[in-house]
Structure formats: C-alpha cells, structure tokens
C-alpha cells in the first residue's frame, strides 16, 4: 500500500490545526527557568510537558535533535519517546537534525529517520545540500518510499548563511536560488503540495528568490530571533499561503505550566492565520 505523502498530510494539518510549527529546544537556560536541572532528569520532564500540551493542537512539532544527543544514549531515549508520543497524538514530527552527507553515510541518515522500522522515524526531516543537491538523494528517495518529507536549507535566518547561500553560481544564480529550483523539479505535479520544502529564514525582510517551490516552506525566526507573524507575507509573497512558521523560545518561555504553552501556541496560530489571510 503506497503511503499517503508528507506534502498531503502537511497540508491538512495545517488547514486543520493552524499552520503552526513549535520547536521542541531543551536549551540549558531553558530548563532553569522551568526550575528544572540541566540533566536528563530535566530533559525528560521538559520534553514530556511540551509533547503532552501540545501534540494534540499543533501541525508540526520540531525536536531539536542536538538538545538530545548532548545527553548520549539516554537523551536519545527522550527523543525517541517523544517522537512516537507526539506522533500518536496526531501532530507531525519534523526532526531538525540538518544532516548532510555524501553516498553511504547519507544513506545511513536517511535510514535513521525516514525509515519507517527505525526508532527515530519522523515525518520529515532537516537536511543540508551544500556537499550538492544530489547528496541528498538517499534522503529524498527514503521519503518518498516511506511517505515522508524533507526540509532542505536554502536561505537560513542566521547571519553567516549568506556567505554560501547568496553566493554565485557558474550560471548566475544564487546558490540558494540553484537548491530552490532542485526543490521546485522534486515536486513538480505533486498536489495539493510537494513532500520536499525548504528552510527560509522568517527574518530576511525580502528573501530575493523565487520561492515558488509546490512545496512547503520552514520559517524559523518568529519569535526571540525577532520576525513576527505580520513579516511573513513581505518575506514569502504569493508563496506564504506554504508557509510553515516555526516558533520555539516564544512559545516554551510560557512553560512549565501546560495551559500557557498551548495559550501562546494558539495566539501565534491565531497571528500567523490573520498574516497569512491579509486580515
């Protein structure tokens, strides 16, 4: 039985729940000022909270995989059961890991979270094509088999980004434009929206690329990074109606207490619907 696809499920979580992505960030600073220890002990109550009050509403759940991996093994326990409590709970899992390869070792990467048998199997996952879009195709023939999705970086909210993505190509196209258009043929014919979206910084003013991809678009920045809500149609033009905004530190700061993460959680959706509408 052929899985529906990532691009599909997206889209109907997002017209159903709110086109909203939380990040899941087990920052240090974070934990303390929920009054938690910096351990796994920590880790785990942090992670349960956000998962428990927020799958059940949210279209995307973002897990930060390095908050994890700095606990070893039993970090990536926590991760592993958030990943499937959130999953069952209806939200879809999108795993910032940014893993980027080449041959083999993609594979491996690829095995570890679009692998329907893995423990870590997500509903898409963060990849980076700066070793050459065509790295990446065991992560994007790995989705495609399993029904899931891929995020590709192209242009990034953090300031040093732009040294290699706004840079040239042999036939003058930005390098971030040369990845979008990667993107744009991966999803061409897909409907109601493509599985392979693209990460594109909510901070950039006017990002300066077609971003016409038929497929989704990851906005981080909302929030603590600075962009609001109100910035995304500047930012994404006619492509914002694929816009996934992606708030973290925002949303977290109003835990432990679970009915302040889904009030904030609803007020951004709720600022993201009325940016996105034009209301």
């Not at 009050?53 to 039993?74: C, I, N, T, W, Y």
Request: proline share 6%; with cysteine; hydrophobic share 45%.
């Amino acid at each position: 039985m052929t899985p529906e696809p990532f691009g599909a499920r997206l889209r109907h979580a997002m017209d159903t729940r709110g086109p909203l992505c939380v990040g899941i960030d087990p920052h240090a600073s974070l934990l303390t000022s929920w009054g938690l220890d910096d351990d796994i002990a920590g880790l785990e109550r942090f992670t349960r909270t956000v998962v428990e009050a927020l799958a059940d509403r949210v279209a995307v759940l973002k897990p930060q995989s390095a908050f994890f991996e700095r606990f070893g093994s039993r970090g990536i326990a926590v991760l592993e059961k958030a990943v499937e409590e959130a999953r069952s709970a209806g939200a879809l899992v999108l795993m910032d890991a940014k893993r980027g390869d080449i041959g083999s070792t993609m594979g491996a990467y690829a095995a570890t979270y679009l692998d329907k048998d893995s423990p870590l199997f997500s509903d898409a996952v963060t990849v980076s094509p700066y070793l050459g879009f065509g790295s990446l195709r065991p992560a994007l023939d790995a989705a495609a088999a399993s029904g899931a999705g891929v995020f590709v970086l192209a242009l990034t909210s953090n300031p040093e980004g732009a040294e290699v993505q706004r840079a040239t190509a042999a036939d003058g196209r930005s390098l971030a434009q040369l990845m979008l258009d990667h993107m744009a043929a991966e999803n061409e014919g897909a409907a109601p929206l493509g599985s392979v979206g693209a990460v594109v910084g909510a901070t950039l003013g006017d990002a300066g690329v077609d971003l016409a991809i038929n497929g989704p678009l990851l906005a981080p920045g909302i929030g603590a990074q600075g962009a609001t809500p109100a910035d995304l149609p500047a930012v994404f033009g006619d492509a914002v109606g694929n816009v996934v905004p992606s708030v973290s530190r925002g949303v977290l700061r109003h835990g432990p207490d679970a009915s302040g993460l889904r009030e904030a959680a609803e007020r951004f959706a709720d600022e993201i619907r009325g940016a996105v509408s034009g209301s």
